[in-house]
C-alpha cells in the first residue's frame, strides 16, 4: 500500500528524470493508508528480522526447566563459565524451541556438569595485579604489589590478596629454579633495570608480566604443588597471625589468618594434605584452623570457633582401624573437647563427637592429660619448607 502511494507521487511531481515545479497537488484523504496498515508493515518486518536479532529474554526463560535453571547446578552455571573462557554470547547457538528437546539438552549440560565439578581437578586461578604503589621506607625505596587471587569460572564471593615486591618473586623464582630444573627451563623472569624502574610504564610492565608468571606457574602440575610455590602465597599472613596472637591481639590476628585460610583453599592446600599425610602444607592447613577457633573463641565469638573447630575436626577424624591402633593426631583429643564444649555453649549436637572421644578413652587412652591447643599455636614454629639461607635479603632493596 505504501509503495503504490510512493509511485503515484513520484509521477506526478517528475518527468521522465526531470524535475518540474506544480502546485500543489490535492491528494484524496482515502489514499493514504489507515495508521493500522502501517503497524502490520513494522510487524511484518519485526517477524522477518525477529528470527536473528531476537534479545527478549522471556523466551529464552521460557524454554527452561525452572526447578532446574533456579539451582547451583544449572546451564546456565555452565554456560556462565563458557563466557568467561573466551566465547562470545553471538557464538552460541540460537534457542530451539521443541517438546521436550530443551529439557532434554538443560538436563544433559547439568549431568556434564556436575561430573566435572566431581572431579578433583585443580580450580582454574585468575592472578590480578590490581594496585602498584611506590613504598619510601627508610634505608630503601620499592614497588609494592597488591594481588587478587580469584577462581574463574563463577563469582567468587571472597577472593584472597597478597602484596608483594620484586625481590619477593625473585626468591621464588630462584628456588624454584633449584628444585624444578626442567619445568623451570625456558620461563624468564622480568630483569632488573638500572633506572627508571619507578616509572609507570615500567610498573605497568613488571604487573602484566607477573600475572602471566603467577598463571604459568600455576598451570604446571609439578609447580602448582610444590611447597615453595605454595608458601610464597600463605605463609607469610599465617606467620602475622602467630605473632600477633603471641601477644594477644587476637582482633588484629583475624584479618591475616582467614586471608591465609582463603588462599590455601584456593591453592587446594587441604586436598593435596590428604592425598600426602605427611605434606607440610598439611600442618599449616591445621594449624591455620585452629588458630582461628582460639582467636574467634577468646573474642567470644564462640559460632565461629565452633565451625572451624568442626572443620578441623572433619580433617583429623581417625578411621575405625587406625582408632584401634591408636594411630591419631597428636591434637584430636584437645580439638575433640574444645568442640564440645563449644557446641554444648551454642546448643548444637555434639554427640558424634561426644561418642569418638569415649571410644578414645574406653582404648585406655588419657584424655584429661592433654596440652591445650592454645599452648602448641604459641610455640609451634612456622618455617619454610626450603630454608634459603644463602639468598635470604638478597635483592631486598630491590624494586
Request: hydrophobic share 35%.
Amino acid at each position: 500500500m505504501a509503495s503504490k502511494l510512493l509511485d503515484k507521487l513520484r509521477r506526478t511531481l517528475f518527468k521522465e528524470g526531470e524535475a518540474v515545479f506544480k502546485e500543489p497537488v490535492d491528494v484524496p484523504e482515502d489514499s493514504f493508508p489507515e495508521s493500522a496498515e502501517l503497524e502490520d508493515d513494522t510487524e511484518c518486518l519485526s517477524e522477518r528480522l525477529g528470527g536473528t536479532l531476537c534479545f527478549d529474554g522471556e523466551n529464552v526463560l521460557q524454554s527452561e526447566d525452572p526447578e532446574e535453571a533456579s539451582g547451583q547446578d544449572s546451564d546456565s552455571d555452565f554456560l556462565g563459565e563458557s563466557v568467561e573462557d573466551g566465547f562470545s554470547s553471538t557464538e552460541t547457538s540460537p534457542v530451539v524451541q521443541s517438546s521436550g528437546g530443551s529439557s532434554l539438552l538443560t538436563r544433559q549440560l547439568q549431568e556434564n556438569w556436575k561430573s566435572m565439578r566431581s572431579l578433583s581437578l585443580p580450580e582454574k586461578l585468575m592472578f590480578e595485579v590490581t594496585d602498584a604503589s611506590v613504598v619510601q621506607a627508610s634505608s630503601s625505596k620499592y614497588v609494592l604489589y597488591t594481588i587478587h587471587v580469584i577462581q574463574s569460572g563463577l563469582f567468587d564471593k571472597r577472593p584472597a590478596v597478597i602484596t608483594r615486591r620484586y625481590s619477593d618473586f625473585e626468591r621464588l623464582h630462584h628456588r624454584l629454579r633449584r628444585r624444578h630444573v626442567d619445568d623451570m627451563e625456558r620461563v624468564h623472569f622480568p630483569r632488573k633495570k638500572l633506572r627508571k624502574n619507578f616509572v609507570a610504564e615500567t610498573i605497568a610492565k613488571r604487573s602484566r608480566a607477573f600475572e602471566q608468571y603467577l598463571t604459568h606457574m600455576h598451570s604446571l602440575t609439578e609447580l602448582r604443588c610444590s611447597p615453595t610455590f605454595l608458601e610464597f602465597f600463605y605463609l607469610g599472613d599465617l606467620q602475622d597471625g602467630q605473632m600477633l596472637m603471641r601477644v594477644g591481639h587476637y582482633q588484629e590476628a583475624l584479618g591475616p589468618l582467614l586471608n591465609s585460610l582463603r588462599l590455601q583453599e584456593k591453592l587446594g592446600c587441604e586436598r593435596q594434605g590428604k592425598q600426602q599425610p605427611h605434606f607440610q602444607q598439611r600442618t599449616h592447613w591445621l594449624f591455620t584452623l585452629l588458630a582461628l577457633v582460639t582467636s574467634f573463641q577468646e573474642l567470644e565469638q564462640l559460632g565461629e570457633a565452633q565451625e572451624h573447630c568442626d572443620r578441623a575436626l572433619r580433617d583429623l577424624a581417625p578411621s575405625p582401624e587406625a582408632l584401634q591402633q591408636r594411630h591419631f593426631h597428636p591434637l584430636l583429643i584437645p580439638l575433640l573437647q574444645a568442640n564440645v564444649r563449644l557446641s554444648w555453649k551454642i546448643s548444637k549436637d555434639k554427640r558424634r563427637w561426644e561418642v569418638l572421644l569415649q571410644e578414645i578413652q574406653n582404648s585406655g587412652v588419657d584424655v584429661g592429660n592433654q596440652p591445650s591447643l592454645k599452648e602448641y599455636l604459641m610455640k609451634e614454629n612456622l618455617v619454610e619448607s626450603e630454608r634459603d639461607t644463602k639468598g635470604k635479603g638478597k635483592g631486598d632493596d630491590t624494586t
